[in-house]
């Protein structure tokens, strides 16, 4: 039996029966949209965030401890790099910048009449502040009695900050220092990118002579500041063998393999690296959520295989009919797969825009650009008509297996 | 039936004691004579049994045949088996003993596609209550069996359109069934009936459904089909419509009781 002449009984069918045919489609409808919004709303988070790294950071070697058991987060915050390590690391082939970074508590910072209280600061080198991250303004110099902030920070007290006003740091000893705002940014060079999910209020201060976290350096012989993370910027076409190198250094000889603890894993890992991770992690969860948005596709489902089966029942003369006039079983099967699948198309190509419109709507909710997922909208799409046709392949078998003679007989 | 003796196609009975044993069996012999002849269907030692909690016995040896360009009428009371019997001719059903032979097709070992296949291009089926598709014109009707014969859908047109101005409904063609009066609504059948040109016209009481000048006008367009050449057999219970064949097959309780002659008189 040809398609073209199964589809247009099939639209007769549906068209006899809107109501229930289009309360079908919207079962159907509902599943492709929420998987589509899902998937759309997932993939735009991750070419969000994935987009930001790679393109500040896609150089960038980042050096930190790590300690093989999850359940003491503090180790990887020990100052375990020394100056002494900081030379080493850049005396590496295809090691263009190194910039340590460290932290330095506060009691509080003080801006015209407001405090806040117990603040850190983080302690970089100027090299860490570039005319990409500036916003206004400049980085300071090292040795300078001036901080960068970003915006967060800058907009943290009554009036917004902005470059040369002055600023009050109160030091855990009770000193106070008054220092200048030079720049403002939104962010800085090598910074670890998972801290771009959390854009707190940050100050930025140069390492001399805000930074005073001191270690004895086993190789130097001599006490040292020392700093818990340092970011190299490497030459972006040799980053694998540069980070073999840094990796080979800071697991070997380093004065941080000896500061640290026998458990703690020293790691040199690149900005793809961690664009990997993050990607899976969202992957992760985004496959979970839509695996949620199946049910709603497999609660579609049912209700075409239900609406089927009603619908054999009713014609089940117009089956013994066709039978009587030639129809094959098979010919039975294939009206009823249409009809089927033709249901599930419909829902599908009515779900995959609503999905999209949701979607979008979501991504401007959560201020992230929005990206398409091709692959999901397909993939609907084909598991739509597929829907279709699986709910309908058993309603079709027991109209296939309608005896003609009891259906003539059937009012 | 007071004459004494009674023949059927298997033999000749005692009038009194029928259906039993034939007095003479005559199988041997109807099947040498009608091998030899033009025959479109025969109907060789048919039983049919159902198992309805209980085996019943809707038709028990029955053979008939039917030649070429005949116009038979089967007759008989409700429960009598001579739907059976037009079901089983038709290829709706399958004999539980015994052959049914269409246009040189054996139904009784045809498997179920095949059987699709002869309800679709060798028998015409003409229904009591018509039997329309509801949502399909009338020539999509007409049209139906065609599809599932694989004919290309503007012959398929063509070849309705031509029957149903055979019919006297050229001006019909759209309509739906719910649109058409009850004669209408058969003449459509009829026309859904011819479209494969079938070796066999089926009609199981097509006058029923209808009115008696209806009824007339139907039956008067089986004569011109039949005077065309077509192959008729008839069920009815009404004796003024097997009337019009030309001869009538007697049923009852599953067995050929008489085979009448119409312009002869009654064997």
Known sequence: MDTGESVRITLRSIRAHKLRSALTVVGVVIGIASVITFATFGASVEAEIVGDIETSNAGNIYVFGTPSGDDDFDRTLQPVFTEYDVQQLEGIQGVQAVLPRGIVQTQSIQHGNRTLARQQVTATRPASITDGVLVEGRSFEADEEAVVVNERMAGSFSQNLTTGERLTITMPDGSERNVTVVGVVNGTRGEVPV??????????????PFYDSVVESPSAGVRQRAYPQVTLVVDPRAIPETQSAIQAYISGDADARSLSADD???????????VEEISDVIERITRFVTGIAVIALVVGAIGIANVMLVSVTERTREIGIMKAVGARNRDVMQVFLVEAALLGTIGSLL????????????????????SLAPLWMALAVGVGVLVGVVAGLYPAWRAARVDPIDALRHE | MVSGFLLSENGLYPAESAPGEPLIAVQSVRRAVSESANTTVRVDGVSKQYDLGGTVTALDDVSLDLSAGSYTAVMGPSGSGKSTLLNLIGGLDTPSSGRVVVNGQDVSSASEAERADIRGTEVGFVF???????????VENVALPLVFDGWDRTRRRERAVSLLSEVGLADRTDHVPAELS???????????????DPALILADEPT????TDTGAQILDLFDDLHAAGNTFLLVTHERHVAERAERIVHVEDGHIQSVEDVSGGEH
């Open chain 1, 195 to 208: 801290s771009e999910f959390a854009r707190q209020p940050r100050v930025y201060v140069p390492i001399d």
């Open chain 2, 128 to 138: 009591q209550t018509f039997n329309l598709m509801p949502r399909l014109s009338a």
């Open chain 1, 351 to 370: 779900g995959v825009p609503l999905g999209l419109v949701v979607g979008y709507g979501a991504t401007r909710y959560a201020e992230v650009a929005f």
């Open chain 1, 264 to 274: 703690t894993e020293l790691v040199a890992r690149s900005g793809n690296d961690f």
């Open chain 2, 182 to 196: 009850g004669g209408q609504r058969q003449r459509v059948a009829i026309a859904r009936a011819l479209s494969t």
């Open chain 2, 208 to 211: 029923g459904n209808v009115d």
